[in-house]
């Protein structure tokens, strides 16, 4: 057999530092053949992103490869010389990183960009990369090339530039394309487009593709073989369908079981977490890397010398392509579940507490004005937005970016104020009144967890003073003393050891510190928390521990959460009313149990489509949106959503793109947006159904 594209062999990667130097990947190995899809996955620090700077020698000035190697088409990239590594580099081997814009060069437009790769590395001439450039976004899925080619990078949307740096990418046609994290940043219905332009990209092309992802969804979508990471080693390596249906690894696991399902929710049980903290690389024990968060370790085995990957025979096969690194996998029940306390009673739902009624959020926006006249617009970020938040539920708000979650935040927080229609918090409006014009009990009941835990936290402060500042604001105790118990107590509330009142932010992880961001939220005793995007920047294992925190407070102090997200596994899990906004609209709201099943809004239906699933035994319906979401400057006449709408043409008279759909009430607190006739919403089906269906 010839050898695969690129073969990693025990690899291993350090990173000098003042403390001494820090080992972020050992003895790791992978390989990958041309045509193949392998996936890279794990808990951020993991290694991943090393291991794909390692493969381009990009490592800084404080990082080496202390040993191993990586021999690409049989050459050993660790001895090529600068000049060699460079001509691989962008032409043989190139990389899509997590940020678009941190790719784009903003004052360049995006053809100039595009141009360079082949005039570079192919010596075209620029009649030539026009040419190809053209042809390249084209084939990315892109309308109109003459005029992205002419745009420069911030006239694009973020899935747009996302495509522009595939597109870059891919231009010299690499045999290897590294994907760093490409969609994270997306929302689900444009990742869903990106995912299937990569693999029908792949497949075009021959590229061999290195998928580096936190989302095992992901990975079972597009990869054929996966990779599972843990503090700096591969534990379980395989086929996709052999390790999703045959995992044989504690870590991997525990990932799984960490993701919520299609039909699970809150009330059928709890995420499972995995127990204590990822630990640094300097701290990591002898033996298996993942003893001291598992539960199958036993002491003198698993902590008694360094762990080689075994073979995991498939049993009607006997091949051994599948690897663990685990001693004991052939004697672990792998059905078997922890014993974990059961989710507390949720409670009566009471009645409501914020009433939002017809409300509108538009800003005049202006361009021109220096050569030319001055041009102002309207956009109209909200648009008749109507709904009721009720005691001790959860309403989860979904919809793509520009839907206008966000400003309906701001505007409940007092952050904006209302163009339109009312916000009553017990019966008073709140809708023209600016959070610094609120009064203190007020802006204490209204609280908000948002997206980013780097972000919201003071780098110079400790963690107690930031949370005594918002006791103190809101007025709770009466001595320091008193603040200083009811600190500790936030701290108790929210998961985290009391010592870490002395820690700086820079101490923690990201999930420590969202924790950290819910404590301060409820340090007023907050009756309701806006929570908008709280587990996006978070590993899926910590996801699910941040989410069943919010669960558990909730519980306790019958709190009202507004869930701001467009992740719909977890909205699925832990919404008790689910509202679906599109272009300022509401277009779907109803208890979570019917949004989430047929008949849906056309647009919730592509919602659920989009979310990728891991799970072998599931299948889905494929709906890709076509085009971007319009901008709420020049919104479509009619129904908002009539220029993706794959049912458009099943409603005579071509009323969608003449007529605002009316509130159509399809059950019981459930209504859709929708000019639908009943016959045909009736003939909608599950996105997902069991494969043996």
């Not at 050898?3 to 025990?10: A, N």
């Not at 360079?116 to 309308?143: F, Q, T």
């Not at 792949?202 to 580096?212: E, M, P, Q, V």
Request: glycine content about 8%; hydrophobic content about 40%; some cysteine.
């Amino acid at each position: 057999m010839t050898e695969p594209l690129l073969v990693i062999d025990r690899l291993s990667i350090g990173f000098s530092s003042r403390k001494g130097d820090i080992p972020a990947v050992e003895a790791f190995s992978l390989s990958i053949s041309a045509g193949e899809a392998v996936g890279l996955v794990g808990e951020s620090g993991c290694g991943k992103s090393t291991v794909a700077l390692g493969i381009l020698r990009d490592l800084g000035p404080s990082g080496r490869i202390t040993g191993g190697t990586i021999r690409f088409r049989g050459r050993d990239l660790g001895q090529l010389p600068a000049a060699e590594l460079r001509r691989i580099r962008g032409n043989e081997i190139a990389m899509v990183y997590q940020e678009p814009t941190a790719s784009l060069n903003p004052a360049m437009r995006i053809g100039r960009q595009l141009m360079e790769v082949p005039i570079l590395h192919r010596r075209a001439s620029r009649a030539e990369a026009r040419a190809l450039a053209e042809a390249m976004v084209a084939d990315v899925g892109l309308p109109d090339p003459a005029r992205i080619l002419n745009a420069y990078p911030h006239q694009l949307s973020g899935g747009q530039q996302q495509r522009i740096v595939i597109a870059m990418a891919l231009m010299s046609r690499p045999d290897l394309l590294i994907l760093d994290e490409p969609t994270t940043a997306l929302d689900v219905t444009v990742e869903a487009a990106i995912i299937d332009l990569i693999r029908g990209l792949g497949r075009k092309y021959g590229t061999a593709l290195l998928f580096i992802s936190h989302n095992l969804g992901l990975i079972g979508e597009v990869c054929d073989r996966i990779c599972v990471m843990y503090s700096g080693e591969a534990v379980e390596r395989g086929p996709v369908r052999q390790v999703f249906e045959r995992m044989r690894h504690p870590y991997t696991q525990a990932l799984f079981r960490s993701i919520p399902r299609p039909g699970s929710d809150k009330t059928t049980g709890r995420l499972e977490t995995i127990p204590g903290s990822f630990l640094m690389p300097q701290d990591r024990p002898r033996g298996c890397n993942f003893a001291p968060r598992c539960a199958h370790a036993v002491a003198g085995l698993c902590d008694a010398t360094e762990i080689a990957m075994r073979p995991v025979p498939d049993p009607t096969t006997r091949q051994s392509g599948h690897e663990t690194r685990c001693l004991r996998f052939e004697e672990i029940d792998w059905q078997s579940r922890a014993t974990r306390p059961a989710n507390a009673p949720q409670g009566e739902v009471g009645p409501p507490v914020l009433t939002v009624t017809d409300l509108r959020k538009h800003y005049e926006v202006s361009s021109g004005g220096l050569f030319g006249p001055r041009r102002r617009a309207l956009l109209r970020a909200n648009e008749s937005v109507s709904f009721e938040a009720r005691t001790a539920e959860t309403l989860a708000i979904v919809g793509e970016s520009g839907c206008g979650k966000s400003t309906l935040a701001r505007v409940l927080l007092g952050l904006e104020t209302a163009t339109a229609g009312k916000v009553l918090l017990d019966g008073h409006e709140l809708q023209n009144t600016p959070v610094q014009k609120r009064k203190r009990r007020t802006v204490a009941d209204l609280q908000m967890v948002f997206q980013n835990p780097f972000d919201t936290l003071n780098p110079a402060q400790r963690v107690g003073r930031q949370i005594l500042r918002a006791l103190e604001v809101f007025g709770i105790g009466k001595t320091g003393r008193a603040r200083r118990e009811r600190m500790f107590e936030l701290l108790d509330l929210v998961g985290l050891p009391r010592d870490f009142a002395d820690r700086m932010p820079r101490q923690l992880s990201g999930g420590q510190k969202q924790r950290v961001g819910i404590a301060r939220a409820f340090a007023g005793n907050a009756r309701i928390v806006v929570a908008d995007e709280p587990v996006s920047a978070l590993d899926v294992s910590v996801q699910a521990a941040v989410t069943d925190l919010l669960m558990e407070i909730q519980r306790a102090h019958r709190t009202t959460l507004i869930f701001i997200s467009h992740d719909l596994s977890i909205v699925r899990y832990l919404a008790d009313r689910v509202m679906v906004m599109y272009l300022g609209h509401v277009v779907e709201i109803g208890p979570a149990s019917a949004v989430f099943a047929p008949p849906y809004h056309p647009y919730t239906e592509a919602l659920l489509s989009a979310v990728p699933v891991p799970d072998t035994r599931v299948e889905k319906t494929r709906i890709v949106l076509e085009g971007e979401l319009p901008s709420a400057m020049n919104p479509p006449p009619g129904c908002p959503f009539q220029t993706r709408c794959r049912w458009a043409q099943r409603v005579p008279g071509n009323l969608c793109s003449r007529e605002l759909p009316p509130m159509v009430e399809l059950g019981p607190g459930h209504s859709i947006l929708c000019h639908l006739p009943p016959e045909t919403l009736g003939e909608m089906e599950p996105v997902f159904r069991s494969a043996a269906e």
